[in-house]
């Protein structure tokens, strides 16, 4: 789970977006989308359009309301359940990015997220969630 996360944190932060805490050491991480001019709630709807499942949260000094925030909140304990390791990962990452930038141009979103979703689904096919029973 920290393994994906650091790589998720790394690969974000390479790609532009700014992580609240520099980094993580544990399993989840905030997301400052003040500079990318995106909500935390737009970010949080697109995403979840492309069925990868984040939550807006708040950030320091945050100028939206607690409604909307300017931020949000990643976790990696559910796709390492699912069995993802660091490549798998590094891929969604991409995908992440790939929402939040074309967020930023606000051109092609529809676009993008549906390529992105059916990405998401091809993965997410070959690492079933787990059912008991």
């Known amino acids: 789970v ?5 790589v998720l944190a790394a690969d974000l932060s390479e790609a532009g977006m700014r992580l609240v805490s520099g ?4 399993h989840l ?11 935390g709630q737009a ?12 939550n807006k949260n ?3 000094n945050d100028p939206r309301p607690p409604r909307v925030t ?23 990452t991409d995908w992440i990015a790939d929402v939040l930038d074309v967020l930023q141009v606000e051109q092609e979103v529809d676009t993008v997220v549906n390529r992105v979703r059916g990405e998401v689904l091809e993965l997410c096919s070959r690492f079933p969630v787990y059912m008991q029973g």
């Not at 980094?23 to 544990?26: E, F, W």
């Not at 991480?29 to 909500?39: E, N, P």
């Not at 970010?43 to 984040?54: K, S």
């Open 2 to 6: 920290v393994a994906n996360c650091k």
């Open 23 to 26: 980094g993580t050491d544990n």
């Open 29 to 39: 991480m905030v997301v400052d989308l003040i500079k990318h001019d995106t909500s």
């Open 43 to 54: 970010a949080e709807d697109a995403l979840n359009r492309a069925n990868i499942t984040v």
């Open 58 to 60: 708040a950030v320091p």
């Open 70 to 92: 300017s931020g949000l909140r990643i976790g990696t304990p559910a796709i390492t359940t699912r069995g993802f390791k660091t490549a798998e990962t590094a891929q969604l």
